[in-house]
């Protein structure tokens, strides 16, 4: 499994990767669409361009799960990459702007590319190592990954007025 767990790690990290950057632009593309909206990024905040990791990065752990003979392991790892590719980007954003005292778009990028190979590294650490190859990890990770789920839905719709949330081209929050 482990030379299949390899292949499928960077073939994800490769489509999480375009079809993360690709999202940056399909609520435009969808000509506002309040659904797309709720699953890609509706603005330049920090929050919003989470999404651009968290949705491909859920859509390749569905069909790396599968791919791995629905290996067990995979859910919560997921999980567990998907948090820790995500802090990677909101720490990369944080830092650099307080050093910097400027938002570069091409730093941004950047970090997008850091979360989504915390995320793989994670994951693929994890899944290797088949701690989480349980039922109640598969559920636990299942449940956090839909928890997570409903947070960017919840929070597109409803911002928190903190910075995390405000676009800072726009000063606008959510949808």
């Excluded at 659904?35 to 859920?58: D, M, Q, R, T």
């Amino acid at each position: 499994m482990n030379k299949n767990l390899f292949k499928y790690t960077v073939i994800g990290f490769i489509f999480v990767s375009i079809l993360g950057s690709l999202a940056h632009f399909f609520y435009e593309w969808s000509g506002y669409s309040f659904i797309v909206g709720l699953f890609s990024a509706v603005n330049e905040s920090v929050w919003e361009h989470l999404k651009l990791l968290f949705f491909p990065y859920l859509i390749w752990s569905i069909i790396e799960f599968f791919a791995l003979d629905k290996n067990k392991a995979v859910f919560p790892a997921k999980a567990l990459g998907a948090v820790s590719g995500m802090t990677a980007i909101v720490v990369f954003f944080y830092v650099y702007t307080g050093i910097t005292g400027e938002n570069i778009d091409f730093l941004n990028i950047i970090s997008f590319f850091i979360g989504v190979a915390v995320s793989f590294a994670v994951d693929y650490t994890l899944i290797k190592n088949e701690k989480f190859s349980t039922t109640s990890g598969m559920v636990i990770g299942i449940t956090a990954l839909l928890i997570i789920m409903m947070f960017f839905i919840l929070f597109t719709v409803f911002p928190v007025k903190i910075p995390l949330f405000k676009d800072p081209i726009s000063s606008t929050y959510g949808i």
